[in-house]
């Protein structure tokens, strides 16, 4: 029994926040943040548009492209650090707004590792049996918690979401993943702030040690995507994609140097979508379907590292 990937889907917001306006909010340039991060724009939801909002649209998306009923859905895990409330969780409203209800609905907070934390969830309970037809979402509204006067976070992060359908299959699916965390580092990106008697202590904002991430990040990818790809039997030329989380495109560039990969098999929307946290992974892998440059049958490897420290893998057949 496999958990494969019916289809994909993504959403994201109409607004676009490029380089050469922030720079007329924030002292920056579009030089300085592309030579740096590789970022040309951001897309911004709406005031009144929700993290559950944004992941309805890309589930509907997927469910269309999957050709599945919304009938067939038994579990949904949304991958998230900026739910719509404390609680209920996420899931939980999308599972509303799809007009379900009675199976298992929750959130997964790994930050920028959110999505593949989630899909080695649902491929986990898949295989169980616990569940044939999950809807897995990455979904983001971090402009909820960028500080537009630190130029060194709100260049960075944009909102949107991305969605799969995972359904058990006799197909090959997903063949292997490989989750870690290390709280050691979880001073180096963080948002601290905490709600208390109705007022947050601490910082709002999103905090980042630009420098202490790239480092840790980089090594800890290549070792986490080759450790999967050891998991699974694969050899590294094996693989027709890198669908990596989209946070630094210098990043990108390093993890697929470890990996004897060409920048030709990497999906890269960094410069289309900024970091969008747990919804990169999932809107790159649709960019990369629906652009018909993955295609079925085809070896698939998702990386993904956030707050946490925390990251992971996941190797699968598309």
């Known amino acids: 029994m496999y958990a494969r990937i019916a289809g994909t889907g993504s959403y994201l917001p109409e607004h676009i926040l490029t380089n050469e306006a922030l720079a007329q909010r924030v002292d920056t340039s579009d030089e300085w943040i592309a030579t740096r991060t590789g970022i040309r724009q951001r897309h911004l939801a709406a005031d009144g548009e929700m993290t559950s909002d944004m992941a309805l649209k890309a589930v509907e998306r997927a469910l269309d492209a999957a050709g599945t009923e919304r009938s067939e859905v038994d579990l949904i895990i949304v991958?998230?650090?900026?739910?719509?409330?404390?609680?209920?969780?996420?899931?939980?409203?999308?599972?509303?707004?799809?007009?379900?209800?009675?199976?298992?609905?929750?959130?997964?907070?790994?930050?920028?590792?959110?999505?593949?934390?989630?899909?080695?969830?649902?491929?986990?309970?898949?295989?169980?049996?616990?569940?044939?037809?999950?809807?897995v979402i990455g979904a983001e509204k971090l402009s909820n918690l960028l500080n537009w006067e630190d130029r060194t976070t709100c260049v960075l992060f944009g909102d949107g979401a991305g969605a799969v359908v995972l359904k058990a299959s006799d197909e090959p699916g997903i063949l292997a993943s490989k989750l870690h965390a290390d709280g050691r580092y979880r001073d180096i990106l963080k948002t601290p702030g905490y709600l208390k008697q109705g007022q947050i202590e601490g910082s709002p904002w999103i905090y980042m040690d630009g420098g202490a991430v790239f480092k840790f990040?980089?090594?800890?990818?290549?070792?986490?995507?080759?450790?999967?790809?050891?998991?699974?039997?694969?050899?590294?030329?094996?693989?027709?994609?890198?669908?990596?989380?989209?946070?630094?495109?210098?990043?990108?560039?390093?993890?697929?140097?470890?990996?004897?990969?060409?920048?030709?098999?990497?999906?890269?929307?960094?410069?289309?979508?900024?970091?969008?946290?747990?919804?990169?992974?999932?809107?790159?892998?649709?960019?990369?379907?629906?652009?018909?440059?993955?295609?079925?049958?085809?070896?698939?490897?998702?990386?993904?590292?956030?707050?946490?420290?925390?990251?992971?893998?996941?190797?699968?057949?598309?």
């Open 79 to 135: 991958a998230t650090t900026t739910p719509d409330h404390v609680f209920p969780s996420t899931a939980c409203t999308v599972q509303d707004k799809l007009g379900l209800h009675g199976f298992p609905a929750f959130d997964v907070q790994a930050v920028c590792a959110g999505f593949v934390y989630a899909l080695s969830v649902a491929d986990a309970m898949i295989k169980s049996g616990a569940a044939r037809c999950a809807v």
């Open 217 to 318: 990040a980089v090594r800890a990818l290549a070792d986490v995507a080759k450790e999967t790809l050891a998991a699974a039997g694969i050899d590294q030329a094996d693989v027709d994609w890198l669908v990596p989380h989209q946070a630094n495109l210098r990043i990108i560039e390093s993890t697929a140097k470890h990996l004897h990969l060409s920048m030709d098999k990497v999906i890269v929307t960094v410069d289309k979508h900024g970091n969008t946290s747990a919804a990169s992974i999932p809107l790159a892998l649709d960019e990369g379907v629906r652009s018909g440059r993955i295609k079925r049958g085809q070896t698939v490897l998702l990386e993904g590292i956030g707050g946490g420290f925390a990251w992971g893998s996941v190797l699968f057949k598309y």
